[in-house]
């Protein structure tokens, strides 16, 4: 008969407990099919980085488009030089 280390046998159920943590966390990370949060969220972010200003429909004649601020058409403008 074979020595079983006790050692051994506890690191199974742990990496288990790991690897179903990781994949939840992927699956609560994508994005929502017409929500895009975290998208969203990172976009805005990125806009104001770069000075720019989120807007609902259209830039103004003095700016020009840079990006988008989300997912639904947002657009991120900046003034002209």
Known sequence: M???CFSQLGSQPAMRVNYLLIALL????????GNGGIVS?????YCKIRSGQ???IDCLPKEEQIGHC??????????KK
């Open 41 to 45: 969220w990172l976009q805005k972010y």
């Open 26 to 33: 992927f699956l609560f990370l994508l994005p929502v099919p």
């Open 54 to 56: 989120c807007t609902l």
């Open 70 to 79: 989300s997912l639904s058409g947002r657009k991120c403008c900046l003034k």
């Open 2 to 4: 074979g020595v079983v």
